[in-house]
């Protein structure tokens, strides 16, 4: 049975930067993709980005990219999101999930998800 259990969320200043992490068990990296999507109040859950770990395969949406980084540690199982140069917009609940497949922006095609976690971004 897969897990994954983020954390890492908190308040920041804009201009800040910020690591979400996401703990998984049940699952190996070189099968698997790593997914972060987030959804902020209001709105529909979007993409934020996603790696495949079999060849790194990364994809990051525009809004993110150039900002924000995904990696992992292998020995403690761990996907990490790092946040830079946040701004007010990127204040959302952030969630990770997984999949047995080739990187993917469609939430659908996700298999498993963590509980989310709150990142609030102040101006």
């Known amino acids: 049975q897969v897990q994954l259990v983020e954390s890492g969320g908190g308040l920041v200043q804009a201009g800040g930067s910020l690591t979400l992490s996401c703990a998984h068990s049940g699952s190996t990296f070189s099968t698997s993709t790593m997914g972060w999507f987030r959804q902020a109040p209001g709105k529909e859950r979007e993409f934020v980005g996603a790696?495949?770990?079999?060849?790194?395969?990364?994809y990051y949406a525009d809004s993110v990219k150039g900002r924000f980084t995904i990696s992992r540690d292998n020995a403690k199982n761990t996907v990490y999101l790092q946040m830079n140069n946040l701004t007010p917009e990127d204040t959302a609940v952030y969630y990770c999930?997984?999949?047995?497949?080739?990187?993917?922006?469609?939430?659908?095609?996700?298999?498993?998800w963590g509980q989310g976690t709150q990142v609030t971004v102040s101006s």
């Open positions: 790696r495949r770990w079999s060849d790194f395969t990364t």
């Open positions: 999930a997984l999949r047995w497949g080739g990187v993917t922006a469609s939430e659908n095609q996700y298999d498993y």
